[in-house]
């Protein structure tokens, strides 16, 4: 593709130049996340139902149960302190979010009391939860820790896996697109390809193959309301040698490395 690609100050300026002629936050049609600067997060109502769908399915990729009570301790998600809601296949689910500035006793006693199957949180506190795991009377999460934090190394996951002794989910996100690339518990990781184009491209914008790396590019498809064509995710990448045919889906061999 030949189209210059985006970064992050092209799409703030071009969503400013857009907001006189798109929908107002208000409306239906537009979801906007209040703790993430404007326009950056904007997003049409369908290309959030898509990111649902995509962070739902990678989810039961990984053998999770979409109806398992989870405990949030990460930094970018403060709030709401309680809340549930209904998945897209119609399992309820439940959420609490915990303080991640607390000290790692504290946290562990807060997730024993939670009750909470899943953990989600970010590299460092899952790290330090880990490395004090052997003290902890119970054992928490039950089911699995879902880490949210593109500076997440294959040696810190094996090394917390090991250590608590459930599945490490590795996610990586970005404000106004969703889930960008998510573990597979097979190996490697999973790219939506069915609402978004991905590309890995080297610093010419050219694609790359297998074994070499490049930045991960994404274009999704659903966004009306503040376009990304070619937005640079800042992800470092690496596409597999030879890719497996599943519809919806690319696989990368690495993901998660900040190239910037």
Known sequence: CDLPILRHDDIVALGIALQARTLPPEAKEVDEAPDQPSPLNRRSRLATVAAQCEREWFFECNGLDLAAPLA?????????????????????????????????????????????????????????????????????????????????TPAQRAAIKAAIGVPVLHIIEQPGIGIVAASDPKGGYLVPAATSVVEVVDGDGKPVASPGAGELIVTPIYEYVVPRLRFATGIRASPELHPKTLIGVRRLSSAGEVNE
């Open 72 to 152: 949030i301790l990460h930094p970018g998600l403060r709030g709401p302190q309680l809340g549930q809601g209904w998945s897209i296949t119609f399992a309820q689910s439940k959420w609490i979010v915990g303080d991640p500035q607390a000290d790692v006793g504290e946290q562990a006693t807060w997730l024993t009391k939670s009750g909470a199957r899943l953990l989600q949180t970010d590299a460092a506190i899952g790290r330090r939860l880990a490395d004090a795991w052997a003290n902890f009377d119970a054992r928490t999460p039950k089911e699995a820790m879902i880490v949210v934090d593109p500076n997440f």
